[in-house]
C-alpha cells in the first residue's frame, strides 16, 4: 500500500473514531482545498487532531501540508488559530500575516476575519491601540463581521472608553442576537464601570434572563 492511501486510511479511521471537544466555526470553513492529494490528506488530518482539540497535532500536520501546498492560504490561518488556543500569540500573528499575504483581494470576508483575529490576539497581548487598528481594517472590509465589534468593546473597554465600548457591543447585539445575553452583560459591566450602576444591573438582570451564566 503506497503512502498516500496509509495517510488516507489514517485520515478516515480518525474521522470514524469521532471528534471531543467543540470547534470554532472560524478555522472549519469550506473553502477549495489543497490541490495535492498528499497535502489534502495531512489538511483532514490536521482537522480531525483540531476538532479533539489537539492542537500540537493539528499544527503539525497543517505544516506538512503547507510544505507541499505552500500557497493555499487556509492552512496558514488554521495554524495561527491553533497557536492562538495554545497562548503562543507571537507565532498565531506570524500565521495570520502569512495568510493574509495569500488571500486574495476578492476573499473579503477571509481578510476582514483575519484582520479581525489579528486584532484579538492584541487583545490577549494588552495592546488595545492595535486591536483598534486591525479591527478598524477589518469592518472597513466587511461591516457585518460580529466578531470584530465584539473585539473593538474589549478593547475600548479596557481603554476604559465605556461609551465607545457600550456602542460597540450594541452593534454586536444588532447584527447577531445570538450573542445577546453575553453582549448584555459586558454593556451591563460598562454601565456599571461609568457610574450607571442601576442602568448596568438592568442589563446584567436581562442578560441573565437571556441564559447568561456569570
Given at each position: 500500500?503506497?503512502?498516500?492511501?496509509?495517510?488516507?486510511l489514517i485520515?478516515?479511521?480518525?474521522?470514524f473514531?469521532?471528534?471531543?471537544?467543540?470547534k470554532?466555526?472560524?478555522?472549519?470553513?469550506k473553502?477549495a482545498?489543497p490541490q495535492?492529494?498528499?497535502?489534502?490528506t495531512y489538511f483532514?488530518?490536521?482537522d480531525?487532531?483540531f476538532e479533539?482539540?489537539n492542537?500540537?497535532?493539528a499544527?503539525?500536520?497543517?505544516?506538512?501540508?503547507?510544505?507541499?501546498?505552500p500557497?493555499?492560504a487556509k492552512?496558514?490561518?488554521n495554524?495561527?488559530?491553533?497557536y492562538?488556543?495554545?497562548?503562543?500569540?507571537?507565532?498565531?500573528l506570524?500565521?495570520?500575516e502569512?495568510?493574509?499575504?495569500?488571500?486574495?483581494?476578492?476573499?473579503i470576508?477571509?481578510?476582514?476575519?483575519?484582520?479581525?483575529?489579528i486584532g484579538?490576539?492584541?487583545?490577549?497581548?494588552q495592546?488595545?491601540?492595535?486591536?483598534?487598528e486591525?479591527?478598524?481594517?477589518?469592518?472597513?472590509?466587511?461591516?457585518?463581521?460580529?466578531g470584530?465589534y465584539?473585539?473593538?468593546?474589549?478593547?475600548?473597554?479596557?481603554?476604559?472608553?465605556?461609551n465607545l465600548?457600550?456602542e460597540f457591543?450594541k452593534?454586536?447585539?444588532?447584527?447577531?442576537s445570538?450573542?445577546?445575553?453575553d453582549?448584555?452583560y459586558?454593556?451591563?459591566?460598562?454601565?456599571?464601570?461609568k457610574?450607571?450602576?442601576?442602568?448596568g444591573?438592568?442589563y446584567?438582570n436581562?442578560a441573565?434572563e437571556l441564559g447568561y451564566?456569570?
Amino acid at each position: 500500500m503506497n503512502r498516500r492511501k496509509i495517510l488516507v486510511l489514517i485520515a478516515t479511521q480518525l474521522l470514524f473514531w469521532g471528534c471531543g471537544g467543540s470547534k470554532p466555526v472560524e478555522p472549519q470553513e469550506k473553502t477549495a482545498e489543497p490541490q495535492s492529494d498528499l497535502a489534502e490528506t495531512y489538511f483532514r488530518i490536521a482537522d480531525v487532531y483540531f476538532e479533539k482539540q489537539n492542537y500540537s497535532q493539528a499544527i503539525e500536520f497543517y505544516e506538512k501540508a503547507a510544505e507541499l501546498q505552500p500557497h493555499f492560504a487556509k492552512t496558514y490561518q488554521n495554524i495561527g488559530v491553533a497557536y492562538r488556543y495554545i497562548h503562543d500569540y507571537n507565532q498565531a500573528l506570524e500565521y495570520y500575516e502569512k495568510a493574509i499575504k495569500l488571500t486574495s483581494g476578492d476573499s473579503i470576508r477571509s481578510l476582514a476575519q483575519l484582520y479581525s483575529n489579528i486584532g484579538e490576539i492584541y487583545i490577549q497581548k494588552q495592546d488595545y491601540d492595535k486591536t483598534i487598528e486591525y479591527c478598524k481594517r477589518a469592518i472597513e472590509l466587511d461591516p457585518y463581521y460580529t466578531g470584530t465589534y465584539l473585539n473593538m468593546g474589549v478593547a475600548y473597554r479596557s481603554k476604559q472608553n465605556y461609551n465607545l465600548a457600550i456602542e460597540f457591543y450594541k452593534k454586536v447585539i444588532e447584527l447577531d442576537s445570538r450573542y445577546a445575553a453575553d453582549t448584555y452583560y459586558y454593556i451591563g459591566e460598562a454601565l456599571i464601570k461609568k457610574g450607571d450602576k442601576d442602568k448596568g444591573l438592568q442589563y446584567k438582570n436581562k442578560a441573565i434572563e437571556l441564559g447568561y451564566e456569570p
